[in-house]
Structures are given as C-alpha cells and as structure tokens.
C-alpha cells in the first residue's frame, strides 16, 4: 500500500503541514482581533450563569496552607511617599473611598480593623499557573461601601495603588457582583500577621473568583464610578491596559 | 463482518466509490482539528509562563514540582513570541469552539445514530484473537474489512472513542477546574487546581500523541482518498491488490 504516489503524496502533506506552522506564525498579527476578544464576555456570562453570582470559592482548612506563599508583582513601591508611610507603620496611612459616594470616607487602618471582620483560607491563582494557599482577614468591601453609601448609578469599583509600573500607579477594577461577593475583602494580615510589604501592605483586595492580578495591593484609593471609560486606557486595569489581559479574569 | 476464527479473505479486485462521512462528521471533524490545532500552541504558551507541573491544591515555585520542563520554542507556540496575554486570547476563544462543538457533535451524533452505528465497540472485537488478527492486518498496511470497507476497524473506534468520549471532554473539564470562576468541586474532582492543570497537560500530551498517529495512519492509507472523504464525503474503497 505504501506506493510512489502516496509517498509522494505524504512528502507533500509533510510539507503542506511546515507551511501550516509558518501560518501559524501569522496567527501573531491576529492575536488582539475582537473575534478572538469576544470570548472574555461569552465566558464571563457562562461562568456566572452556571455557578451563581453568590458561589463561593472553595476555602481550605489551615494545614492545607502552603508552607510559603511567594511574593509576586511589586515586591516594593519604593516610592518616597510610599517608604515614608511604612516607616511609621502606615499609621498616617489613609484609605479614601470616593467617587460616585454619597460620604466619601478617610478611613485610617485603626477604623479598618475595628470594622466587623471576615477571615478566609483561599487559593490565590496566578494568570502564569502557579497557586498558593493562605489566610487572609478584612472586613468585607461590601461593609465600607455601605458605609460610604454607593450611589445607584456606579457600576464598577476602581483600586488605585501606590506602586508604580514604568510610572503608572497600579490600578485594577471589578463590577459591583464581585464588589458586593461575601467572600471580597479588604485584608491586611496574611496567615495571622500584618500584611509584609511583599504582599501590598497596608491594604489589599481580594476577590477570590478571580485571577492574580485583580488582586490589587498597597491600596490608596477606592473609587465608585459609573464606567471604566475614564480609567486609565479605558479596559479597566493595568495589565489589562498594557499587556491586553482579560478584565473578567475568571478562567 | 469477519470473526475471529477465519482467515483473512482472499481480496477482491474491486473498485467502488461509497458516501463514508456525512455533512456534519465531517463539518465537526474540520472544526475541531482547528480548535486543536490552536489549542495545543496557544497552552505550550501558556504553560511557558510558568513551565513546572505539581498535584494537590497549591503549588508555586517554593513547593516540589513533578515535572519542570525548558519553555517550548517560538515554532511550536502561538503566539511565536512569548505573550501570555495573547495565548489566553488564542485559547479561551478556541475552549468555546472545542466544548461547544463537541457538545453539538455529541447530540446530533445520537440523533442520526452515527455514535451508535459506527462507534459501538463490540465485545467480541475486543477478544484477544479478533484485536491479533486485526493487528496482523494493520501491519501489513491492509485497515478496512473487503466485506464492509465502511466501518472502522476496532483500532480506530477504540481510537476515535477514546478521543470523543474521554480525552476531549478530560481536556475540558481539567481546563475548567484550573479557572477560579468555576465550581470548587470540579476542582476537587481532580484532586485540586494544580493537579488538574497536570491532568490538562497530560491529556494534551495523550491528543498530541493521537494527532501522530492519525497523521501517519492518514499517509498511509492514501491521503487524497481520505482526505477527499472527509472534505466531500465520498470515498474510495481499497483496491485490494497488496500483495
């Protein structure tokens, strides 16, 4: 069966397939097409209608922590103002809430830990793979933005950082769904201790159905806004603006 | 249908055009080589973000990786140049394509009995004998039954069932249970997130594996006949003049 004609025909079919490979490279210049984009959204609404907006996200027993939980993105925000604030414990640290708010607030991390807390053991999931599993304790978003008052028509809650990439405040964002999840907190320790400078002390988001990088650290400023529009390049977050990562990052 | 006691038929010189695959089988077959064909590069890319394996729940780069391999080369990736951001475009796209048409393929499959006609695996195609006897055949090059050169040969229904019914869905649900959006037990399902991101890698090693085969099996058999069947449904029965 293995004739001229089909060896013939199978070198073709070899060669057919090293052009295909050299197709692929042009798969490259349609990477951002927004056929291929539109995916984000038909995965957002598929997440959300099988599992619920209210599904928790698994948490673990204590020894199922991991015995090191790496550091990861800004390791330090080095910057002058930020050093300052950590050189005194973040005592003259400041959380402003504002934007679309009817009190906007300056909250001192003091009140932030006399707030009803919440603690939760739950798996950090990095975009890169990797996943880690520690404690974290806050109160929940959805206490301060009650306390703030949140207007009808926000739509997004918007985190503005203190480290900076090549310049850029960091900044990251989520719908009022996440915003409002039981599980969303606004933590300041790790595993029992005081937030380290690595993992984005004083403050950071979680938002435990959700990717790493929506995780934002050394929060400064949450802004209540109707669009995200206005926020930095328009999609939402920062690496979303600079690398085209997913704003929905539950998968 | 031959058993497994007689001797393989004296063939018959014959040549006859049969309608092998019809619209949808071969409209699925075409779009799921493309969804795999993207899937593979565009999770090598991904994968290079962070090229170590691990099972349970956690692991990141202070805990023991089972596996750690270099990052895959530009050729084999999609993009060509590392992108993580631009891979999860290619493959989350892709997810939808691959889940949603093998669930459409599944229905309609059970619907015109395709599943059922040409993918029942018989008991008695696994007896020792009938798989020896078939195996002798595959070596010898010959794949198809003289007297019903329609139907796949047991290699290639435990093949493509294989395929259908365990490594594709395996692939999508170990990809789902890897996103954090996603029902917790599904990852539990798998022993936790990392080891379902093993078990992703492992399946598409497992449909890489299988695309070697196919391909080679394809050139082997005639590959303008059978991929004439597969564009136009129409195919040519052996000759049957091996000798």
């Known amino acids: 069966m293995i004739t001229r004609r089909n ?50 996200a698994r948490q ?7 015995p090191i939980f790496r550091v990861n993105g800004t390791a330090n925000p080095n910057t002058p103002e930020y050093n300052a604030l950590a050189a005194n414990r973040f005592a003259d640290w400041r959380l402003r809430v504002d934007g679309l708010v009817t009190r906007p607030l300056s909250l001192s991390l003091a009140q932030i830990q006399s707030l009803p807390q919440r603690a939760q053991i739950t798996r950090h999931d990095c975009v890169e793979g990797w996943s880690a ?18 207007r009808d028509t926000a739509r997004y809650i918007v985190f503005h950082c203190a480290d900076r990439f090549g310049g850029t405040p960091y900044y990251e964002s989520i719908d009022l769904i996440d915003a409002f999840h039981p599980q969303t907190l606004l933590a300041w320790t790790l595993n029992d201790a005081y937030l380290s400078v690595g993992h984005g002390a004083p403050l950071r988001l979680r938002v435990e159905r959700q990717l790493g990088y929506k995780q934002a650290k050394y929060i400064m400023r949450i802004e209540a806004v109707a669009s995200l529009a206005a926020v930095g390049a328009g999609k939402g977050g920062y690496w979303e603006d600079s690398n085209g990562y997913e704003w929905y990052a539950g998968i | 249908m031959q058993t497994a006691m007689e001797p393989i038929p004296e063939p018959r010189i014959e040549r006859r055009t ?25 999770g090598l890319m991904i994968f290079n973000a962070h090229p170590r394996l691990y099972w349970g729940h956690y692991g990141a780069n202070f805990d023991h990786a089972w596996l750690e391999l270099p990052r895959f080369p530009g050729w084999a990736t999609i993009p060509s140049h ?44 696994l007896a020792p004998r009938a798989l020896w006897t078939d195996l002798k055949a595959h070596l010898a090059l010959r794949f198809h039954d003289p007297h019903d050169p329609r139907a796949y040969n047991i290699f290639q229904k435990l093949s493509y069932a294989g395929v259908i019914f365990v490594l594709i869905p395996l692939l999508i649900a170990s990809g789902l249970a890897i996103s954090p959006g996603m029902w917790p037990w599904l990852a539990d399902l798998f022993g936790g997130r990392q080891s379902a991101r093993s078990v992703h890698f492992i399946a598409m090693a497992g449909m890489t594996l299988f695309l070697v085969v196919h391909l080679t099996l394809v050139i082997l058999a005639g590959p303008i006949n059978e991929v004439r069947a597969m564009i136009t449904g129409r195919w040519r029965a052996p000759e049957e003049d091996h000798s």
């Not at chain 1, 013939?8 to 984009?37: E, I, M, R």
């Not at chain 1, 673990?60 to 991991?66: A, V």
């Open chain 1, 7 to 56: 060896l013939l025909v199978g070198t073709g079919a070899t060669l057919l397939v090293g052009t295909g490979a050299t197709l692929l490279a042009g798969c490259d210049s349609f990477t951002d097409n927004p056929a291929l984009l539109s995916a984000e959204d038909a995965h957002l609404f598929l997440q959300r209608s099988i599992t619920g907006r209210a599904a928790l």
């Open chain 1, 60 to 66: 673990f027993r204590p020894e199922q922590r991991s």
């Open chain 1, 133 to 150: 599993i520690g404690k974290w304790q806050g109160p929940r978003l959805e206490t301060v933005l009650q306390l703030a008052g949140i």
């Open chain 2, 18 to 42: 049969v309608y092998r695959h019809r619209l949808f089988t071969r409209l699925w077959h075409w779009i799921n080589a493309l969804a795999i064909l993207i899937l593979i590069p565009s």
């Open chain 2, 82 to 125: 590392y992108s993580l951001a631009g891979a999860r475009h290619w493959h989350l796209f892709f997810a939808l394509v691959l889940g949603f048409g093998l669930l459409a393929y599944l229905i309609v499959g059970l619907i015109n009995r395709h599943i059922q006609r040409d993918l029942r695996i018989r008991t008695r195609d």
